[in-house]
C-alpha cells in the first residue's frame, strides 16, 4: 500500500474525470478501502441521481447524511436541502425558515445568484469537514466528494476562484477564501482523475490533469485507470488460435474474426494504459474489468484490497 498510502492522509478527496469512467465506482471503492483502515467516512454525491448507498444495498438518502454502516456515511447533497440546513442552523427556527426563504419573491431572488448551488454544496462540504464529535475529535477523518464530470466539474473545482475575482469583502468573499483556502491545501485535499483506456478519456485525463495544476493550483492525487480488460487469453487458448489460422469455414472464420477482435481490444487497452502512465505524472491504480452485470458488494470490496496493496 506504499504507493498510495498518502491518498488515506487526506480529509478531503475529490473524485472527478470524463463521464462514464466510473467515478462513482472509484470513489465507493475509495471509502470501502478507508472504512477497512478503520476511518470514519463520508461520501458526498453531488445534486445527482443517488447511486451509492443503493449500490451497497441502503435507502437513498435524499439530501441528509446517513450512517449506513459503521464509520461509513453517505449523503446526496442537494442544493435546496443544503439551503434550509444552513437557513436553519442560522435562524433556529423553521417557521422564520419558512417565512423567509419559502417568500416567491426571495426565492426568485436567490434562484437568480449565479453559482448559488455549487457554493451551497461546497460550504455543506466544508462544514462536514469541519464537523466535531463531543470529544472534539473530527466526525469524519475523510470526505470524499464523487464530483460532477470533467465540464462541470472544473467549474465546480473554480468556483472559489470565481468568488474572488469578482468579490473582495462580505460573507461570500469570506466563503470563497476558506473554500480556496481548503482546496489548495496539500495537507487536506487532492484532487483524483479517473480514466479508463480509450482515446478519449485518456485526452481528457490528460487536459484535467493540467487545468487542476496549472490553473486552479489545487493537489493532486492519484490516476485511477479503470477497466482494464488485462490478458483475454491463456498461452494455451493463443496456441489453439494459431493452428485455427490456416482452417477454413464460415464456423471457423467467425470464431478468427471474434479472436481477431478480442486480441485487438488488449492492444488497444495496453496501448492507452501505456500513454496514460508515460504522460500523466501522477501515482496511478489499475482495476480490472469486471465482466458482470451488476456490481455487488464483494464487487466493491474486491477493487478495495486491490487499492490496498497497491
Known amino acids: 500500500m506504499n504507493k498510495n498510502k498518502?491518498?488515506?492522509?487526506?480529509?478531503?478527496?475529490?473524485?472527478?474525470?470524463?463521464?462514464?469512467?466510473?467515478?462513482?465506482?472509484?470513489?465507493?471503492?475509495?471509502?470501502?478501502?478507508?472504512?477497512?483502515?478503520?476511518?470514519?467516512?463520508?461520501?458526498?454525491?453531488?445534486?445527482?441521481?443517488?447511486?451509492?448507498?443503493?449500490?451497497?444495498?441502503y435507502k437513498e438518502s435524499n439530501g441528509i447524511v446517513q450512517e449506513i454502516e459503521n464509520n461509513l456515511s453517505t449523503v446526496n447533497i442537494i442544493p435546496n436541502k443544503a439551503m434550509e440546513e444552513y437557513g436553519l442552523m442560522i435562524l433556529k427556527s423553521k417557521f422564520i425558515y419558512n417565512t423567509v426563504f419559502n417568500n416567491k419573491y426571495v426565492k426568485k431572488f436567490?434562484?437568480?445568484?449565479p453559482g448559488l448551488s455549487e457554493i451551497l454544496i461546497w460550504g455543506k462540504i466544508r462544514f462536514h469537514e469541519q464537523e466535531k464529535l463531543k470529544n472534539g475529535q473530527n466526525k469524519y477523518d475523510i470526505i470524499i466528494v464523487d464530483a460532477p464530470a470533467t465540464g462541470h466539474g472544473i467549474s465546480f473545482l473554480k468556483l472559489p476562484i470565481a468568488i474572488l475575482s469578482i468579490l473582495q469583502k462580505g460573507a461570500l468573499a469570506k466563503e470563497g477564501k476558506e473554500l480556496y483556502v481548503l482546496l489548495t491545501d496539500e495537507t487536506k485535499t487532492s484532487i483524483n482523475i479517473v480514466t479508463i483506456p480509450e482515446e478519449l478519456p485518456v485526452n481528457e485525463a490528460r487536459e484535467l490533469v493540467d487545468v487542476v495544476k496549472k490553473e486552479l493550483a489545487m493537489p493532486?492525487?492519484?490516476?485511477f485507470i479503470n477497466s482494464n480488460v488485462g490478458k483475454l487469453?491463456?498461452?494455451?487458448?493463443?496456441?489453439?488460435?494459431?493452428?485455427l489460422k490456416n482452417l477454413d469455414g464460415d464456423s471457423v472464420n467467425i470464431l478468427k474474426k471474434a479472436t481477431n477482435y478480442r486480441l485487438n481490444r488488449e492492444k488497444l487497452n495496453q496501448k492507452y494504459i501505456k500513454i496514460a502512465i508515460d504522460h500523466i505524472d501522477l501515482p496511478s491504480v489499475i482495476f480490472p474489468y469486471l465482466f458482470v452485470e451488476k456490481f455487488e458488494r464483494k464487487d466493491f470490496e474486491y477493487l478495495a484490497d486491490?487499492?490496498?496493496k497497491n
Open 6 to 57: 498518502e491518498l488515506f492522509n487526506k480529509r478531503v478527496i475529490v473524485v472527478t474525470g470524463k463521464g462514464g469512467v466510473g467515478k462513482t465506482t472509484v470513489s465507493t471503492v475509495i471509502a470501502i478501502a478507508a472504512k477497512k483502515l478503520g476511518k470514519k467516512v463520508l461520501i458526498c454525491e453531488v445534486n445527482t441521481k443517488e447511486k451509492i448507498a443503493p449500490a451497497l444495498g
Open 110 to 113: 436567490l434562484s437568480a445568484i
Open 220 to 223: 493532486l492525487g492519484n490516476l
Open 233 to 243: 487469453f491463456s498461452s494455451q487458448e493463443l496456441s489453439l488460435y494459431k493452428t
Open 306 to 308: 486491490i487499492l490496498l
